[in-house]
């Protein structure tokens, strides 16, 4: 099964800083997914596609990357952006999520 | 609108089983796959298979076969999700979420306890 890492696995960001968080693939993958998960609530899908941002997610998000490398980004960090991203792939099987990106607010 | 509603909480005893739910509303049940995804507490996602209701076809994690058993009850717009012979690495959240991952349960936590 394709392997995602995260990294890093924790941050923290000041309010309008940027932020870059990365997932690498263990091999080369069409799609990257990601999610954002609050305490205890279920995963929101974020962004999909790689790029495309899911219905309400503001535009300050941007996703970008292909066959390996992908990464997540903030323009300017805010207060509610505080969560764990997660990456997940499915164009192989089994769909595999990353371990996460817990983002702190500063 | 689109929703998924789980069943409650679950509290079961070392080799025992549970069978948890998942009622779908606001979409045609059986035109998309549901998923089910296991969360330890403090950790991360992990996918263990899918139904089509539409055929009742499944596709499982292989960590997850003989642990996991998907079915659906079209009548009612409700798929489960059996987990058999549980420990303690059990214990977790289970989300359903329907094709693409757009829409998401609420979470059913399963406890496994003495």
């Known amino acids: 099964q394709i392997v995602l890492t995260q990294s890093p696995a924790i941050m923290s960001a000041s309010p309008g800083e940027k932020v870059t968080m990365t997932c690498s693939a263990s091999?080369?993958?069409?799609?990257m997914h990601w999610y954002q998960q609050k305490s205890g609530t279920s995963p929101k899908r974020w962004i999909y596609d790689t790029s495309k941002l899911a219905s309400g997610v503001p535009a300050r998000f941007s996703g970008s990357g292909s066959g390996t490398s992908y990464s997540l980004t903030i323009s300017s960090m805010e207060a509610e952006d505080a969560a764990t991203y997660y990456c997940q792939q499915w164009s192989s099987n089994p769909p595999t999520f990353g371990a996460g990106t817990k983002l702190e607010l500063k | 609108q689109i929703q998924l509603q789980q069943s409650g909480p679950e509290l079961v005893k070392p080799g025992a089983s549970v069978k948890i739910s998942c009622k779908a509303s606001g979409y045609t049940f059986t035109d998309y796959y549901i998923n089910w995804v296991k969360q330890k507490p403090g950790q991360g996602l992990e996918w263990i298979g899918w139904i089509y209701p539409g055929s009742g076809n499944t596709k499982y994690n292989e960590k997850f076969k003989g642990k996991a058993t998907l079915t659906v009850d079209t009548s009612s717009s409700t798929a489960y999700m059996q987990l058999s012979s549980l420990t303690s690495e059990d214990t977790a959240v289970y989300f359903c979420?329907?094709?693409?991952?757009?829409?998401w349960g609420q979470g059913t936590l399963v406890t496994v306890s003495a």
């Open positions: 979420a329907r094709k693409g991952f757009a829409y």
């Open positions: 091999s080369s993958v069409s799609y």
